[in-house]
């Protein structure tokens, strides 16, 4: 028995290694076709046209469906090619050069306006119930005492503009946060304003990320008691474009 030789000539560390080493290639390989599902626009650095059929193992990713919960059908990825380019953009000087926006740039589409076409439906949370609801439409949602309770406040633009006062809280059930404040705004009708963008005082709101007046050109939602995905995704663009092109000013270089 003292001669029993099990592995020979075989050096077992360098096997392990080159077993390793081939994983973990394979596992590169599969992350990247993979992440090729998240939309992220494949195109030529030097022609601009989009790289997506024979683009190589690295660049494409197999189609692939998901079924959604609550018998909402099924999605397939990738959707490259399924979305239509901005069409309020002027057009590119060359390759590598960046849209510009026509008309307002809040509502563009493009740069930091830019929003994904996602379902034009309410987010759910696990009993398939809107998420985000008014605050008036579930008694069990209120402010603390120890809070400023901004309703009835003024609510001011970044130009010391008044547009409006809140009327509402819009409240994330599933998290207990408020997500967006509704404003009825000083010329008629109401906008929600996301509540990241939002400085709650004792006696008024103030929204550093676009002025008085922009605040009433937010976009509104085709329901007074309910949000959709979609219609999430666009406010949000309008608002974060604000911190860029409110004003002449902010979208100047520092230097």
Known sequence: MSNVIIVGGLDVAELAFYAFFLFFL?????????????????ENDITGEAEWADAGILLTAPSKSFK????????????????????????RVHSGTPFEPLGNPLTSGVGPASWAPRSDRPDVDQFNRPRIVPARLDEHLFVSPGDTDPRGLPVIGLDDVIAGTVKDLWVDRSESVVRYLEVELTAGGTVLVPMPVCEIR????????VTGAQIAGSPVTASPDQITLLEEEKIQAYFGAGYLWATAARSEPLL
Do not use: C, K, M, Q
């Open 26 to 42: 394979g596992l590169v390989v599969y992350l990247r076709r993979e992440d090729r599902r998240e939309g992220y626009p494949l």
């Open 68 to 91: 959604l919960p609550f018998d909402r059908g099924t999605v397939s990825t990738p959707t490259i090619g399924r979305e239509p380019l901005p069409v309020n953009v002027s057009a």
């Open 202 to 209: 004792r006696r008024r709101v103030l929204i550093d990320a």
